[in-house]
């Protein structure tokens, strides 16, 4: 049974940071692509970052990029999710999303579909 337990989230100032973490009790978490998605209300989920189970790439929605870093742990079973310059636009529930095992390393997804597993979200709320 794969769980993936987000948190970290909370309220933040524009122009402020928050990092948010995602346990996964997962035996071969290093065999599982990982992705940070984000849905506001009234819109549709969003693709915010992925990472490759080996965590040598790594790729970024345009509206975050250059602003936020994925990064993850594989002897901690974790991936973490660094929001930097936040606007208020980036206000929204942030999920943490998995998919494996993959036999290939260098595999990562930035469409939902892709992902089998889902936590259950983390409130992610920016004043201006």
């Known amino acids: 049974q794969v769980q993936l337990v987000e948190s970290g989230g909370g309220l933040a100032q524009a122009g402020g940071s928050l990092r948010l973490s995602c346990a996964a009790s997962?035996?071969?978490?290093?065999?599982?692509?990982m992705g940070w998605f984000r849905q506001a209300p009234g819109k549709e989920r969003q693709f915010v970052a992925a990472?490759?189970?080996?965590?040598?790439?790594?790729a970024y929605g345009a509206s975050v990029n250059g602003r936020f870093t994925i990064s993850r742990n594989n002897a901690k079973n974790t991936v973490s999710l660094f929001a930097n310059s936040l606007v208020p636009e980036d206000t929204a529930v942030y999920y943490c999303a998995a998919d494996g095992p993959l036999y290939s390393s260098d595999l990562m997804h930035t469409m939902a579909d892709d992902y089998d597993y889902w936590g259950q979200g983390t409130q992610v709320t920016v004043s201006s």
């Open positions: 990472i490759t189970s080996n965590g040598e790439d790594v």
């Open positions: 997962i035996q071969t978490f290093s065999r599982y692509a």
